[in-house]
């Protein structure tokens, strides 16, 4: 006696026959089953029941056609539409049946015909290459696919660019890629689910908005790549501002990154790179969403290249150049001190200012090296003028957040000026509130340590945004720099308000106020009444290199007259 279902034999390919006939059913289980593990179903609707159960190892059905309950039609037709089943091949057993029943289950889904009677090695052999064929196929298109979005899978999208490009030379590509930002952090947060559901709406949407669009792939986890005809310039960022629309989860942000007309000799995954460093270029940008790889990228990608490739031959070389800005007593327009400010003449780029290498210098750490170096040609500076019997007035340098990173600060900074028998009064401190966003206490500690010792603190850049009295507090500063943006805009606007208050502040605190950026009489007329004590500015004098400013020091000493350092002391 035969039961709807065998044991299973995880080494042979699983068959369902589903045949009404005993006599057939038995016969072609007896026929399959050295070979196969065969399941059986009395007609269409019990097969239909087992091809739910059993449908993930099934490899082929052998199917007939007329039966009661549900005929072999019905069954290819209710197989049709579940997605689940549609890899499943089926071959219909057929007797006298008519070339209109065969069209019929081809229309249907039907993969081939066995007639009866049956040869067994002529069924044996179509069973198995039928099942070949079909696992072939499905595990080219999961190669071809992702499954979770329907994009193209990254190689295949890699293969069908490069064979647009090479196919399409007169036509013209533009290549998007999409990011997720902080893709992770969203995960942990949402959960896989739903952002796996975002995903594949996010590909979707971007497939249907998008422009000509040629290729979509998926790249990465949360990584799209999107090939499209070349469009008009600035369609994207209007495109893809509101992309996105209600149900993705809160606080989420895409990046793009854009190769407008790309390159065809280009490999693909090159112009993916491209697209790369576009994004990331704009990531954690708030405001930004694409950044296009165009000229202008491009060149500047090649300066900071430039820039970080000849770093460290530049500090060796002497590349690194310490310029010296004067610093005014406004009342009597005695120079009372100067600010050291590295510029670097690079053998490739020329004269660059700090603007350009300093933000680069913070990210990759070279910062600390380089303003040590500064520091220490500032200690030459001081000792040259001293032992030449300059009347040398007391040089403040910049430090740099990444500077506390280092261990011992103060000792290191506290053993060069020793080092070069520098009193350590003539060698003053800028510090921004910027740096004080973590590891406080060490910053604080550190200055605590360098004030003891002598050193004067100035807090640099006040009033640009940055600043907190907090950090005046807690810094123990001698010195409040009044940042250029406070004195053009209370010029520029006429209202000296927000700078009268900052040097009231500042009085109420008993420190000393320079401003900076004071480029006409009109600004330092204005200085004067309001009470501030010291000018650094263009109206004064622009930075100078060692061999301007010694004559200028020069020039100003027969003026000498009360300096700052000496009022704190
Ligand atoms: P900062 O410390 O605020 O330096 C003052 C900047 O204002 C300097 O720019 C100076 O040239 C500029 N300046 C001076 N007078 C005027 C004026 O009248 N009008 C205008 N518009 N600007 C004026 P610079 O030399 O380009 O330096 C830019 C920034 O780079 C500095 O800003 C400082 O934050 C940083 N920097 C410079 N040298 C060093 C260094 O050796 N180490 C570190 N860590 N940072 C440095
Ligand atoms: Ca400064
Ligand atoms: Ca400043």
Request: aromatic share 10%.
């Amino acid at each position: 006696m035969q039961t709807d279902a065998t044991m299973s034999f995880p080494e042979k390919k699983t068959i369902l026959i589903v045949e009404d006939n005993d006599m057939n059913r038995d016969i072609l289980h007896d026929l399959l089953s050295d070979d196969f593990n065969v399941l059986v179903a009395s007609n269409g609707l019990i097969g239909l029941k087992m091809l739910e159960e059993h449908y993930q190892t099934l490899s082929i059905i052998l199917l007939d056609i007329y039966m009661p309950e549900c005929n072999g039609f019905e069954f290819l037709e209710r197989k049709k539409t579940n997605p689940l089943f549609s890899a499943i091949p089926v071959i219909v057993m057929t007797a006298s049946n008519t070339v209109e029943d065969e069209i019929q289950c081809l229309k249907l889904g039907a993969s081939d015909f066995l007639s009866k009677p049956y040869n067994t090695e002529v069924m044996k052999n179509r069973i198995r290459s039928i099942i070949h064929l079909r696992e072939t196929s499905s595990f080219l298109n999961r190669l071809e696919k992702d499954s979770l979005t329907g994009l193209l899978s990254k190689e295949f999208f890699l293969h069908q660019m490069q064979n647009l490009l090479i196919r399409n030379p007169d036509e013209s590509y533009d290549l998007l890629c999409s990011d997720v930002e902080s893709f992770r952090r969203m995960n942990d947060r949402y959960g896989t689910a739903k952002c796996d559901a975002f995903l594949s709406y996010l590909a979707g949407r971007l497939s249907e908005k998008l422009p000509d669009l040629v290729l979509a792939g998926r790249l990465g986890v949360d990584v799209f790549a999107f090939l499209i005809k070349h469009q008009e310039a600035e369609w994207a960022e209007a495109l893809l501002k509101n992309i996105v629309e209600d149900n993705q989860p809160s606080g989420i942000q895409l990046k793009y990154g854009l190769v407008p007309a790309v390159d065809h000799s280009l490999a693909p995954l090159t112009l993916i790179n491209h697209a790369a460093s576009a994004i990331k270029e704009i990531k954690g940008h708030y405001n930004t969403s694409i950044a296009i790889f165009d000229e202008a990228f491009q060149e500047k990608q090649l300066r900071i290249q430039l820039i970080e490739e000849g770093m460290l031959e530049g500090l060796k070389n002497k590349e690194f150049q310490v310029y010296y800005q004067p610093k005014h007593n406004v009342k009597n327009d005695t120079i009372v001190g100067a600010e050291a400010l590295v510029r670097w003449v690079h053998p490739k780029l020329g004269f660059i200012g700090p603007n350009v290498f300093i933000p680069l210098f913070e990210q990759n750490g070279f910062i600390t090296e380089l303003d040590f170096y500064v520091w220490e040609e500032v200690c030459c500076e001081i000792r040259r003028c001293l032992d030449i019997g300059f009347a040398i007035v007391p040089i403040s340098v910049n430090v740099s957040r990444m500077d506390f990173d280092t261990p011992n600060l103060a000792e290191r900074l506290i053993n060069l000026v020793d080092k070069y028998k520098i009193d350590h009064s003539l060698f003053h401190i800028e510090l921004t509130e910027s740096m004080c966003v973590d590891n406080l206490d060490y910053i604080a500690a550190t200055c605590e340590k360098l004030h003891d010792a002598g050193f004067v603190i100035e807090l640099d850049d006040f009033g640009s945004g940055y600043s907190s009295l907090s950090s005046i507090v807690l810094l123990n500063v001698d010195v409040m720099k009044l940042d250029v943006s406070l004195v053009h805009n209370a010029s520029e606007t006429k209202n000296y308000s927000l700078l009268r208050y900052a040097i009231l502040l500042a009085e109420s605190m008993k420190l000393e106020t320079i401003a900076e950026g004071v480029e006409v009489e009109e600004q330092a007329m204005a200085l004067r009444v309001l009470g501030c004590d010291y000018i650094q500015g263009y109206y004064y004098s622009k930075p100078l290199n060692r061999d301007d400013f010694e004559p200028y020091l020069l020039e100003y000493e027969s003026q000498k007259g009360e300096d700052y350092f000496n009022r704190i002391f």
